[in-house]
């Protein structure tokens, strides 16, 4: 029972870089989401999936996009890393409707951008 | 609208209790409570829908009272694995960028031998 998994836990990138963190869900999932938790700050939403091929923005999209092929998968990408995205990134899923469905979170992200 | 934890941080021996509450601006359809240990993933606890109807989990258990927009946590004779950092996440409605969770800036329990 893999659950949510995250691949890489840690990456150190440098200013304008790019990269794809990958978030893959194994449950059957319809609903995704994407995290940031910076310290002290809780956990801010930047995109959400309702089902493959559909994906919408959440509170803090600016900088990143998403695509959602299948039901498994959900990558986020950075295209031009700046310093304000030094984060921890959690992927999530739930079953339907995040409301009233508890949501799954892999073990997150660790991205410094330098 | 983030909703508001309190307190930000509390200090418990083992076997005293605690209270967590999350208050909101907006009406809510929905309270959520996650715990997250360092360096860890939030873990899921409860959700309380609009009814305020009182949950249990164990020793922890939860309450929501609609007319306040309010939600309290509450953890009976704590134990050394309930330390943590504790978020509520709500939702205003049922669907659409609504249904989203908000979660609020967390309140770190810290429970001591």
């Known amino acids: 029972n893999a659950g949510v998994t995250q691949t890489p836990k840690f990456r150190i990138l440098k200013i304008g870089q790019s990269m794809t963190l990958q978030c893959t869900q194994d449950m059957n999932h319809n609903y995704m989401y994407w995290y940031r938790q910076d310290p002290g700050m809780g956990l801010k939403l930047i995109y959400y999936?309702?089902?493959?091929?559909?994906?919408d923005k959440g509170e803090v999209p600016n900088g990143y996009n998403v695509s959602r092929s299948t039901t498994e998968d959900f990558p986020l990408r950075l295209e031009l890393a700046a310093p304000s995205q030094t984060s921890v990134y959690f992927c999530?899923?739930?079953?339907?409707?995040?409301?009233?469905?508890?949501?799954?979170f892999g073990d997150g992200t660790r991205l410094s951008i330098l | 609208q983030q909703p508001v934890q309190s307190p930000q941080a509390v200090i418990l021996r083992e076997g005293e209790d605690a209270v967590i509450n999350c208050s909101s601006s907006k009406a809510l359809y929905s309270v959520h409570w996650y715990r997250q240990k360092h360096g860890e993933a939030p873990v899921f606890l409860m959700i309380l829908l609009k009814g305020g109807e009182q949950k249990g989990h164990e020793k922890i258990s939860a309450s929501f009272n609609e007319k306040k927009q309010q939600s309290s946590l509450y953890l009976t004779a704590s134990q050394l694995s309930y330390s943590g950092t504790y978020f509520c996440g709500t939702a205003s409605n049922y669907g659409g960028s609504q249904g989203n969770l908000i979660f609020g800036k967390g309140t770190k329990l810290s429970v001591k031998p």
């Open positions: 999936s309702v089902g493959a091929g559909i994906t």
């Open positions: 999530a899923s739930s079953y339907l409707e995040g409301a009233n469905q508890p949501q799954h």
